[in-house]
């Protein structure tokens, strides 16, 4: 019997970026390390001028490698030593809020969705993903939910708040109609509501800032 | 035995303004309600916020639910076997000032009018003071009135002045409950315009319930406890059905930081919660422990904890042994409230 890991994660690296097209590439992420007051280091993506932490939280029980998909038949091997037959990854960038530029929201969603679509098509029968939708632009979400759907992807990410909505609001409803007209399948893919939050500080309950 | 309602409400009226100073009238709270008559629409207007007045049992007297006649909610007690009763505020459960002066004379206000109550019948029931959070300076003189009018905790709400309740801003409270001997009660309740605001058209768990158990996590995590090791911790009205979720996800955070979680964390952080009947207490218990668990009625409100015979329902129906039951009733409230 097939065993599952219907939650497993890829480390973002500055390949993921490389599937950015024409004008987004001035929205790559850069990759930086700070040091903290506390003596530590603690690694950033500086993405749309803010500093995006989540570059920290990695489980050194695997290999660099085999987290960040460099090398595919190490993950898989891996996963064969644990008898995963098969994992749904999800991100590790978006599990906090990136950016509340729709621009920017959308160049790194196709970018990160393709770096995922790729990583797939290498093992299609062992690795399955949750799309990252650019929520902040509606119609284009529902453009990449279409797009994924045929490359592999299973589910749709997403946080328990996104775009300052609350996941009941019907902000999110149009994600599951077919546009008139349509001659493109209805998606049967899963909503899959992750333990984070998508709101800025100037949304954000500041009261909840800091808490992981 | 005694048996103790550790949580039951107070309806406030206008009366419970009548406390204001001349210099704080401009505060006072207004009710108001539809031009049509439609009674669906009743709101206090504090502040320039709107505050429902929907959350009421009107199937018992209105002399009973805002204590203006004590004889009335007494023979009532009797009738249920309620010996005491701990009285929280229904107004505070929302975030009702944004300017400090106006939060201060509201509390100030409430505290005297429960003060004024209380003393008619100081044997049958005790009181939560209301502190003035956007007054820090102000906060200590207010807990000691309470104390020496008969209350018994402090009322907290699961986020107070848009900070977690590990906040530092917190700790002169903190210091000023351990000092007077009150517990910290997190009742189920927001404090937080922003985070209530959010969460407006929801029915309270995101806003109020969730925010309470998140405050009892922020407090645990960050070691208030162990800051403050006279401090008692009272987490009301929220059931007890996350206790399980809220410390095994503690315990896996204090094994990442190379720590151990006690056994049993709530009697050695000095926490007691508020169980509901029918919560699965036979599981919860393997997580509380014997000594922590507490119960209420929520007299007064029509919501989604209020049972009004849950004390009487505990003895009569409950799968727990006497010893356990007599705890839940009796020891354990008055361990937390200091009765």
Redesign the interface.
């Given at each position: 019997m097939l065993s599952i890991d219907a939650d497993a994660h890829v480390i973002e690296t500055e390949k993921t970026w490389d599937y950015l097209e024409g004008s987004d590439c001035r929205y790559r992420p850069v990759p930086i390390t700070v040091d903290m007051p506390s003596g530590k280091t603690q690694n950033f993506w500086i993405i749309g001028g803010r500093l995006i932490g989540g570059r920290d939280n990695i489980g050194q029980d695997t290999a660099k490698e085999s987290r960040e998909m460099a090398n595919i038949d190490s993950r898989l091997k891996h996963m064969d030593e644990i008898g995963t037959g098969v994992q749904v990854l999800y991100p590790t960038l978006f599990l906090r809020p990136v950016t509340d530029n729709p621009r920017i929201e959308l160049a790194l969603c196709r970018s990160y969705n393709r770096w995922m679509a790729d990583i797939w098509s290498k093992a299609k029968d062992r690795l399955r993903w949750a799309v990252q939708l650019p929520l902040m632009t509606m119609d284009k979400a529902l453009d990449e939910l279409r797009w994924a759907h045929g490359n592999g992807a299973c589910a749709v990410f997403m946080r328990g708040i996104e775009t300052n909505h609350t996941l009941h609001d019907p902000y999110f409803f149009l994600c599951t109609k077919k546009p008139a007209g349509s001659t493109f399948p209805s998606v049967f893919i899963p909503v899959s509501a992750i333990s984070q939050s998508m709101r800025f500080s100037t949304g954000s309950p500041s009261a909840w800032r800091s808490s992981s | 035995m005694p048996i103790i309602d550790a949580d039951a409400h107070v309806i406030e009226n206008e009366s419970a303004w009548d406390y204001m100073l001349e210099s704080e009238r401009q505060f006072r709270p207004r009710i108001v309600g539809a031009t049509n008559g439609d009674p669906a629409v009743d709101y206090w207007f504090i502040d320039g916020r709107l505050i429902p007045r929907s959350n009421v049992e009107k199937t018992l007297p209105e002399a009973a639910r805002n204590m203006s006649d004590l004889s009335i909610r007494i023979k009532h007690m009797d009738e249920l076997s309620i010996d005491i009763q701990v009285i929280y505020p229904t107004i505070f459960i929302f975030p009702t000032a944004r300017r400090p002066e106006a939060d201060l004379a509201l509390c100030r206000s409430y505290n005297r009018w429960m003060a004024d109550i209380v003393k008619q019948a100081p044997d049958r029931f005790r009181w939560v003071v209301v502190p003035p959070l956007l007054n820090m300076e102000r906060v200590f003189e207010e807990l000691n009135f309470g104390k020496e009018h008969g209350a018994c905790g402090v009322y907290l709400r699961g986020?107070e002045a848009?900070?977690?309740l590990s906040d530092s801003y917190f700790f002169p409270l903190y210091d000023a409950a351990s000092k007077l001997d009150l517990p910290i009660c997190v009742h189920s309740a927001n404090g937080?315009i922003?985070?209530h605001d959010?969460?407006l058209d929801?029915p309270g768990f995101?806003k109020f319930k969730l925010a309470v158990v998140?405050a009892f996590h922020?407090l645990v995590n960050d070691g208030i406890p162990e800051r403050f090791p006279q401090l008692r911790i009272g987490i009301i009205e929220v059931s007890a059905q996350w206790i399980p979720y809220a410390i095994h996800d503690l315990a896996r955070r204090h094994v990442r930081r190379g720590k151990q979680l006690s056994k049993n964390v709530l009697k050695d952080k000095r926490v007691w919660v508020t169980c509901q009947t029918d919560d699965d207490l036979e599981y919860i218990l393997g997580y509380a422990g014997e000594d922590t668990l507490v119960i209420g009625t929520d007299y007064g409100h029509s919501d989604n904890a209020s049972e009004i015979e849950a004390l009487r329902k505990l003895r009569r129906e409950g799968n727990l042994t006497p010893q356990v039951i007599n705890k839940i009733l009796d020891d354990n409230p008055r361990a937390l409230y200091a009765l």
């Open positions: - | 986020l848009d900070r977690r937080s922003e985070s959010f969460f929801e995101c998140g922020s």
